[in-house]
């Protein structure tokens, strides 16, 4: 894989995991930067860092990451996005600066990533302090301050219980109802959010493609910013949902923000009250085979097995 492709599906995946609360639901304009550390659960209680999924591609296990959701309008110009240690990057963008991510699921943003093997790397490369997002012919340049020196991530999502693990893989059963249990009843930053207008933490369970694309809703609860959902803590499997034979991706995100910036502004593309949201966030991913094989596949074995008892028969006479 070259080095852009490789670029980009971390970006798509990074954002991904990381759209900010309830974006689909407002045409309000929000903005968000945030670090991800992305793990593999590899057994009831063993991680790998970083991610191997189907597509064959390595994810790396830390990356920056910084989303422009405008409901699918057009800002004037396309975005900036400048460093603390006074760099930038300038957002991709279509014709007349249109969002340059849209996908079937819904989803029309502006967005970069970037991954890095290690922290110290993702450090250099942008410092710490404040992050300054250019928006068209915004009236006021929106700030989001985030600590890319010490960053404190969430405890990572953990798999309890649900499935049985083979080698680095979890086995479910695709004819039974299967609830795969995750350890975010414990997740403090979550509970410590409740009433917060200043913090805000989020999880997120769904099922992913090869690409790393959405393929069924996702199961989501919020704490803070107007929003008090218990934590989630399972994800239920139901019967059918799954193919026999197939491999699957499944991701566990948990994102908790410490900055939120809710200054209005005003400019081509950006409507109703903007929210700013800088933060951290952890993913786990885990794959997931559905046993048994495909009925047809134990069919064709059985017809096979008939036929070489018939022949043998046969060849006996």
């Given amino acids: 894989m070259n080095t852009k492709a490789y670029l980009t599906i971390c970006a798509l995946l990074a954002y991904f995991q990381g759209l900010p609360f309830s974006a689909r639901a407002s045409s309000a304009t929000t903005y968000n930067i945030h670090e991800q550390e992305s793990l593999q659960q590899t057994g009831s209680a063993s991680f790998s860092n970083g991610y191997t999924p189907l597509g064959g591609f390595y994810v790396s296990q830390f990356s920056m990451v910084a989303a422009i959701d405008t409901g699918g309008a057009s800002l004037s110009a396309a975005p900036i996005l400048g460093y603390p240690n006074g760099g930038s990057i300038t957002f991709s963008t279509g014709p007349s600066s249109a969002p340059n991510w849209a996908t079937g699921n819904g989803y029309h943003i502006y967005h970069w990533g970037a991954p890095f093997a290690t922290q110290a790397a993702l450090n250099t490369q942008y410092g710490t302090g404040n992050f300054s997002l250019t928006l068209g012919n915004a009236t006021v340049t929106p700030t989001l301050s985030l600590n890319t020196v010490n960053p404190v991530y969430p405890s990572s999502p953990t798999l309890t219980s649900g499935g049985t693990w083979s080698g680095t893989n979890l086995l479910i059963d695709p004819t039974a109802t299967t609830v795969l249990t995750f350890n975010t009843s414990s997740f403090t930053a979550y509970s410590a959010a409740t009433g917060s207008s200043t913090s ?56 908790a923000y410490d900055t939120v910036n809710n200054a209005s502004f005003t400019g081509t593309g950006i409507s109703g009250n903007p929210v700013g949201l800088a933060g951290e966030l952890t993913t786990t991913f885990i794959t997931i085979q559905a046993v048994p094989e495909p009925a047809s596949a134990v069919l064709l074995l059985g017809s096979g097995l008939i036929f070489l008892l018939k022949r043998r028969r046969h060849l006996a006479h």
Avoid at 224 to 242: C, E, H, N, Q, V
């Fill in 200 to 255: 805000a933490a989020q999880i997120k369970f769904e099922f992913v493609d090869s690409n790393l694309e959405p393929i069924s809703a996702p199961s989501v609860s919020q704490n803070g910013l107007g929003k008090s959902d218990p934590a989630l803590t399972s994800f239920t499997i139901a019967p059918g949902t799954l193919v026999p034979g197939q491999t699957y991706n499944f991701q566990a995100n948990y994102t």
